[in-house]
């Protein structure tokens, strides 16, 4: 690669093996960034008492989300204040 960078471009050795150093780098980071951005597999909810339809909605939820490969915990809760201490 560096043969390419001193024939086509003209430029001296060091320079070119910077070239290619900084491409690999930046490839590396973007290989990096692409990974770390991912979204979550796991996604933890709240979803009401045991058999409202609050409960309903996020087992309905769960069935969408796992035809996507994200797995989701739901958490039974007693209302808004049970809620607002999973916080």
């Known amino acids: ?36 951005s991912a979204p979550p597999r796991v996604i933890t909810i709240t979803s009401g008492p045991p058999g409202s339809i609050f409960e309903s909605n996020a087992t309905q939820y769960r069935a969408i989300l796992a035809s996507n490969g994200v797995r989701l915990k739901i958490l039974p809760s007693q209302g808004s204040l049970d809620n607002y201490r999973f916080c």
């Open 1 to 36: 690669m560096l043969k390419v960078f001193s024939e086509y471009f003209g430029l001296n050795r060091l320079v070119s093996l910077l070239a290619v150093g900084a491409i690999s780098l930046l490839t590396c980071f973007a290989i990096f960034w692409f990974v770390y």
